[in-house]
């Protein structure tokens, strides 16, 4: 089973408040991503990460920012909330020592309200 | 470029009845075929992989073969329970790169007892 957590799970908040999304793995994985998904709809790779100190943007153009400072810490940063931000944020890893066709693990995601 | 396309939903069934859903795909190069389920308020999870063409990726009673001569990867299923009610995505990760996972736009499946 994969050990893949992220908090809060579910946030509420006001336009123009700063907020991070936390995720946390404990498999040593070196890769990480970040989703944005409107529930049940097609994901969006936002951010992904090969191991700490390396971060890099995906296709869908985000105004968050993320750090790796340490192997099983990803946050994701909104610097000023917008009602646009509303949807849900779903963190994965994966081991690239996997054979090809390595598996993504997913959190149980984060759903965010901007008011 | 990689590209994937699956059936729309809601696609609703009755208890025990077949399932199938298409998935085609377009890659630049030899990629790896996945099918990732959602559950209601779960997150998702990887249901079942080809990596190979002919090769037949299988999990708790779904199955899937990677054609490559079609580009295809539909997920069956021969007696669909209530349980399977949930959102399923095709993906697929590049031939000539392995981080990146491209999605289909998922398919809602609804099992009606």
């Known amino acids: 089973e994969a050990d893949i957590y992220q908090t809060p799970r579910y946030l509420v908040i006001g336009t123009g408040k700063k907020i991070t999304l936390e995720c946390s793995q404990t498999?040593?994985?070196?890769?990480m991503y970040w989703y944005q998904q409107d529930p049940g709809m097609e994901l969006h790779l936002i951010h992904y990460s090969y191991g700490v100190n390396s971060t890099e943007k995906g296709d869908l153009s985000s105004e968050s920012t993320v750090s790796r400072i340490r192997t099983e810490h990803f946050p994701l940063t909104l610097e000023s909330a917008r009602p646009s931000h509303t949807s849900q944020y779903l963190c994965a890893s994966s081991d690239p020592r996997g054979t090809r066709g390595e598996t993504q693990y997913f959190g149980p995601g984060t759903r965010l309200l901007v008011l | 470029g990689n590209s994937v396309t699956q059936m729309e939903g809601p696609v609703t069934l009755s208890e025990e009845a077949f399932l199938t859903i298409n998935c085609t795909y377009t890659a630049t190069g030899y990629p790896s075929l996945f099918w990732y389920v959602q559950y209601p308020g779960e997150g998702l999870q990887l249901l079942l992989k080809?990596?190979?063409a002919d090769d037949k990726g299988s999990n708790k009673g779904f199955e899937a073969t990677y054609r490559k001569e079609t580009t295809s990867f539909h997920l069956e299923k021969g007696s669909v329970q209530v349980s399977d009610s949930a959102v399923y995505f095709c993906a697929l990760t590049p031939g000539d790169s392995n981080y990146q996972l491209i999605w289909g736009a998922g398919t809602k499946l609804i099992i009606k007892p």
């Open positions: 080809a990596t190979k």
């Open positions: 498999m040593g994985h070196d890769k």
